[in-house]
T-cell receptor, first 112, second 115 residues
Framework: AQSVSQHNHHVILSEAASLELGCNYSYGGTVNLFWYVQYPGQHLQLLLKYFSGDPLVKGIKGFEAEFIKSKFSFNLRKPSVQWSDTAEYFCAVNTNAGKSTFGDGTTLTVKP | DAGVIQSPRHEVTEMGQEVTLRCKPISGHDYLFWYRQTMMRGLELLIYFNNNVPIDDSGMPEDRFSAKMPNASFSTLKIQPSEPRDSAVYFC?????????????FGSGTRLTVV
């Protein structure tokens, strides 16, 4: 069975700092990869997704993620974070089946 | 589309009472998922359906929990009898397998408090 690891449980940054959240998965076959964001008190929302093609995927609100197949990674990045980016971020992997496997989430706190 | 619709948004009930949570997935989505989220245990998959058929209910905590999907546009999660440890936010999500578009759309959740 596939698994997803998000190594950073809690990240604290100041506004304008650069962000990189790690995500590694364990599965040797074809994968579809996702990042979801959950703002305080809200539900999870899809931030970006990768199916095939260009391994650098751009999502909403200036986020991007890079799929590195050799490293089984799909790290999330943003050049300059804002206070409004404070949220919990979940990485998920889907192996062409209905169910996705989610990581445990990374809480990002951006200090104004 | 109105998205995934869950009701009620908040539910406060006494221990021992029956609780029914409702979900309307996005039209055309063939997968439906029920998740529970707490601070202690994080996001847990309880059960999921494909074309209204339960595929995996291994995440259902115990016999007190049951879920049904009588048709493509409606699902329920029932807890009977409820206990304080069931207090959590319950999310419903749906997705579609067409074109490998497996991204989930989550509902706004039901915050359940059992006192």
């Amino acid at each position: 069975a596939q698994s997803v690891s998000q190594h950073n449980h809690h990240v604290i940054l100041s506004e304008a700092a650069s962000l990189e959240l790690g995500c590694n998965y364990s599965y040797g076959g074809t994968v579809n990869l996702f990042w979801y964001v959950q703002y305080p008190g809200q539900h999870l929302q899809l931030l970006l997704k990768y199916f095939s093609g260009d391994p650098l995927v751009k999502g909403i609100k200036g986020f991007e993620a890079e799929f590195i197949k050799s490293k089984f990674s799909f790290n999330l990045r943003k050049p300059s974070v804002q206070w409004s980016d404070t949220a919990e971020y979940f990485c998920a992997v889907n192996t062409n089946a209905g169910k996705s496997t989610f990581g445990d989430g990374t809480t990002l706190t951006v200090k104004p | 589309d109105a998205g995934v619709i869950q009701s009620p948004r908040h539910e406060v009930t006494e221990m021992g009472q029956e609780v029914t949570l409702r979900c309307k997935p996005i039209s055309g989505h063939d997968y439906l998922f029920w998740y529970r989220q707490t601070m202690m245990r994080g996001l847990e998959l309880l059960i999921y359906f494909n074309n209204n058929v339960p595929i995996d209910d291994s995440g259902m905590p115990e016999d007190r929990f049951s879920a049904k999907m009588p048709n493509a546009s409606f699902s329920t999660l029932k807890i009977q009898p409820s206990e304080p440890r069931d207090s959590a936010v319950y999310f419903c999500a749906s997705s579609q397998s067409v074109d490998r578009n497996y991204g989930y759309t989550f509902g706004s959740g039901t915050r359940l408090t059992v006192v």
